[in-house]
């Protein structure tokens, strides 16, 4: 059985709430988030819900292209002005997820 031990570690005020933040933003407790640290993991923050919206609007999109592509390939025809539509709608649908994803709003702990 492994032994367990007990640290403590004196943090300012600062200090305390900006690890509570960050184990916050990665659903984690802070003793979890530390511990990860410790054994040379990072963890990474958890999506907003803005994101998994955006995720399922791009399968959604994805979806229909493929009934396009079905139709297409079995007809030979294809719908020049929705598969355009569609084309545009997925531009900006990965330019929304690219500026949400990459560029949100930071706190200045980045």
């Known amino acids: ?48 819900m803005d994101f998994y919206h955006m995720m399922r609007e791009l399968k959604q999109i994805g979806n229909n292209l493929n009934q396009l592509a079905y139709v297409a390939n079995n007809t030979g025809l294809i719908d020049e002005d929705e598969y355009h539509a569609l084309a545009a709608l997925v531009r900006r649908k990965i330019r929304q997820i690219e500026k949400e994803v990459l560029d949100p709003e930071r706190d200045g702990d980045h």
């Open 1 to 48: 059985m492994q032994s367990k031990r007990l640290f403590n570690v004196r943090l300012t005020d600062h200090e305390y709430e900006r690890l509570e933040r960050k184990a916050r933003d990665c659903n984690l407790s802070m003793y979890s988030y530390v511990r990860q640290i410790i054994n040379g993991y990072h963890p990474k923050e958890a999506p907003s």
